[in-house]
């Protein structure tokens, strides 16, 4: 497993490489920022799954700020 995330990480750090200078020679310097910044979370996110780690739901927040409301409602 650890073979996979290492292949996984240097792939995307590779591609990363090269599509980041392809930008930065057109001075698309906020481009750059913004597709490194992508692929590093896409990069860590991907590598926690190729681990089975149980990541919880982007819902989780939205439950945590919506669910005491809707119990206050539905109390008589």
Do not use: H, T
Not at 1 to 14: C, H, K, P
Not at 19 to 37: D, F, P, T
Not at 54 to 75: C, R
């Amino acid at each position: 497993m650890i073979v996979q995330i290492a292949g996984y990480v240097l792939l995307l750090a590779g591609w990363s490489f090269v599509r980041i200078q392809s930008l930065l020679s057109k001075q698309r310097n906020k481009e750059a920022a913004v597709y490194g910044g992508l692929m590093g979370a896409a990069s860590i996110i991907g590598s926690l799954l190729i681990a089975r780690v149980d990541l919880p739901g982007f819902a989780v927040p939205f439950k945590i700020i919506f669910e005491p409301i809707g119990k206050m409602l539905s109390e008589p």
